[in-house]
């Protein structure tokens, strides 16, 4: 794409929400950056400690990643407008072929290592919680994971989770957008308390009880189950593009929101950590995305972003760029966290900005790439890199 189409796009754009993308995109590439930190599997050494320090700190400061995708989702496309299979066809087509072929790629890569000789622990440079299966670099465990692919991702290509994610909240997004279109904005708030409820049950149902409101062994459907989930995000971006809050509004009660959903996230985890023995499901639950204070943590980044005003040309540009790119490089940059991390240790980068030193390695990279992708390839990029 030339300047002139690329500055064409950012002018009749939603400015504010590309940089709404962009601090999801460049938080989401550092997140991943945090993953060879929380999942270190070194011998321990005098920086173990402040390793793992650091992998919680930077992991739950940036838990906000995903559910800023979720509502920049909804705020660009509810309520829908046109016909639904014409939104079906846009909409889904342009994930699912990128997303496959990424998967493919991505499940591939250990027996392609080994064909060029690299030795097993490759894998876990590049993607530390694969597993030993993956370190065989055998051909018949990259076949399995790729023939599994319309079931579940793989411990390969982990952040393809948000893919069959977004497929799902675009089959819904007709469905809602009926309701939204006409409920009245108490309407829309009380969906949003209800919700807001169900962000807490993660918390219930590990410490409490795994039934609650008619759920049971025969009934996994309790009585705010349709309430709960990303759905809420979806609305939640809907509502509040829609306000206008001055910026010492939003700081007197977003820093402390943040604060309290950051120091609860941060010391649950650390937590949790501490502990013997944990399960994989204990380890993620102040991590849950659906979580009351992952939220808290959210609305101050959403409404932040929306105040930052761009005046500079070249940098509307780049928004527009980005937001053109920015799915392709959702899809290449799990190639590149576990190496840029790697190399930020073998240049000596102090242990507490590595992470974002990473990110910004493994973003710019990626963001190269597939602009080069773009370029190459015209019109069919779109099966490539979206």
């Known amino acids: 794409m030339n300047n002139t189409s690329v500055l064409s796009v950012a002018k009749n754009r939603v400015v504010w929400l590309d940089v709404v993308r962009f601090v999801a995109m460049f938080t989401v590439v550092c997140c991943h950056c945090a993953d060879p930190f929380n999942f270190y599997s070194g011998e321990p050494s005098a920086e173990l400690e402040q390793i793992k320090f650091w992998g919680a700190a930077y992991g739950a400061f940036l838990r906000p990643c995903v559910p800023l995708f979720v509502m920049i989702t909804g705020a660009l496309l509810l309520p829908v407008r046109g016909e639904t299979s014409v939104f079906y066809k846009k909409r889904i087509s342009r994930v699912f072929w990128p997303f496959l072929l990424w998967s493919v790629l991505?499940?591939?890569?250990?027996?392609i290592t080994g064909l060029l000789g690299f030795k097993p622990e490759v894998i876990l440079d590049f993607f530390p919680y694969s597993g030993e299966e993956a370190t065989r670099q055998a051909l018949s465990v990259s076949l399995k994971?790729?023939?599994?692919?319309?079931?579940?991702?793989s411990l390969l290509d982990v952040h393809m989770w948000y893919i069959y994610l977004l497929i799902g909240l675009y089959l819904y997004l007709p469905i809602f957008s009926a309701w939204v279109e006409k409920a009245s904005e108490k309407a829309q708030l009380w969906f949003l308390v209800a919700w807001g409820i169900t962000t807490l049950l993660p918390y219930y149902y590990e410490y409490v009880s795994p039934y609650l409101w008619g759920s049971c062994s025969w009934n996994s459907f309790g009585m705010?189950?349709?309430?709960?989930g990303f759905n809420g995000y979806l609305l939640l971006g809907h509502y509040l593009r829609n306000k206008d809050w001055s910026l010492g509004r939003i700081l007197s009660f977003g820093v402390?929101?943040?604060l309290v959903g950051f120091a609860v996230t941060f010391f649950g985890f650390r937590h949790v950590t501490s502990l013997p023995e944990y399960s994989d499901e204990l380890l993620e639950l102040f991590f849950t995305y659906n979580s009351l204070?992952?939220?808290m943590m959210t609305i101050p980044f959403f409404l932040l972003a929306k105040k930052v005003n761009v005046r500079?040309?070249?940098v509307q540009k780049l928004l527009a760029n980005l937001t053109i790119c920015g799915f392709g490089v959702y899809m290449v940059h799990f190639f590149f966290t576990g190496p840029g991390v790697l190399l930020m240790r073998a240049i000596g980068v102090p242990v507490c900005i590595q992470i974002p030193a990473a990110a910004v390695v493994a973003f710019t990279v990626s963001w190269l790439l597939v602009n080069l992708i773009r370029k190459l390839t015209g019109k069919s990029s779109?099966?490539?890199?979206?």
């Not at 994971?145 to 991702?153: D, M, R, V, Y």
């Not at 705010?224 to 709960?228: G, I, K, Q, R, S």
């Open 145 to 153: 994971n790729i023939a599994e692919i319309p079931l579940n991702f």
């Open 293 to 295: 204070n992952v939220v």
């Open 312 to 314: 500079s040309e070249l």
């Open 256 to 258: 402390p929101m943040f």
């Open 106 to 111: 991505y499940n591939l890569f250990p027996w």
């Open 224 to 228: 705010l189950y349709y309430f709960a």
């Open 382 to 386: 779109k099966y490539i890199v979206g």
